[in-house]
T-cell receptor, first 113, second 115 residues
Framework: KAGVTQTPRYLIKTRGQQVTLSCSPI?????VSWYQQTPGQGLQFLFE???????NKGNFPGRFSGRQFSNSRSEMNVSTLELGDSALYLC????????????FGPGTRLTVL | DQQVKQNSPSLSVQEGRISILNCDYT??????FLWYKKYPAEGPTFLIS?????DKNEDGRFTVFLNKSAKHLSLHIVPSQPGDSAVYFC??????????????FGKGTLLTVNP
């Protein structure tokens, strides 16, 4: 069974631009969560989607948004990029029940210049 | 407010010896704890977990201990192998509150196992 895939793997943008990251979960998984990893803050939860609905949200500004499609694929969008948005963005999928484990993708490395 | 803390940024151990990675938490709503291992350029990989109704869970060379009164958990790796060298993240969730989907992570501990 294929794992979680994220595209692109690397991205360079400039301040003020916007970016869209994509995540394809493991087949059959209906929950997708997004995390931001930075050296100073570690892994921080952004939001989680289940069956196209945002079910949980972390403490990030409204510039960070996401959505999930009917095939469970998810996208994350960051508008008006800031230098501090440079990070590794990780996506994790699970079957979606409380007892299910999350499986992570390799991440997208975003650099904002 | 760091709800999950890994106070040791790094740990170096000799091959064959025991590695002990520590984690403290402050949120008493957390009832499920996980350890993930992360290699460079890869996403975290689930290692082992423990529910708050237990105080120990073992899987091969990996054992996690939970001390609820101290709000402390530790991961023991015995014997340590060079392939164990990675960043280890402690994570917690409040499953009873329906928030399993949100994992709160520590900042990680870099484990280096020397041959």
């Amino acid at each position: 069974k294929a794992g979680v895939t994220q595209t692109p793997r690397y991205l360079i943008k400039t301040r003020g631009q916007q970016v869209t990251l994509s995540c394809s979960p493991i087949s059959g998984h209906r929950s997708v969560s997004w995390y931001q990893q930075t050296p100073g803050q570690g892994l921080q939860f952004l939001f989680e989607y289940f069956s196209e609905t945002q079910r949980n949200k972390g403490n990030f500004p409204g510039r960070f948004s996401g959505r999930q499609f009917s095939n469970s694929r998810s996208e994350m969008n960051v508008s008006t990029l800031e230098l501090g948005d440079s990070a590794l963005y990780l996506c994790a999928s699970s079957l979606g029940q409380v007892t299910n484990e999350q499986f992570f993708g390799p991440g997208t490395r975003l650099t904002v210049l | 407010d760091q709800q999950v803390k890994q106070n040791s940024p790094s740990l170096s151990v000799q091959e064959g010896r025991i590695s002990i990675l520590n984690c403290d938490y402050t949120n008493s709503m957390f009832d499920y704890f996980l350890w993930y291992k992360k290699y460079p350029a890869e996403g975290p990989t689930f290692l082992i977990s423990i529910s708050s109704i237990k105080d120990k869970n073992e899987d091969g060379r990996f054992t996690v201990f939970l001390n609820k009164s101290a709000k402390h958990l530790s991961l023991h790796i015995v014997p340590s192998q060079p392939g164990d060298s990675a960043v280890y993240f402690c994570a917690a969730s409040a499953r009873s509150g329906g928030s399993n989907y949100k994992l709160t992570f520590g900042k990680g501990t870099l484990l280096t196992v020397n041959p």
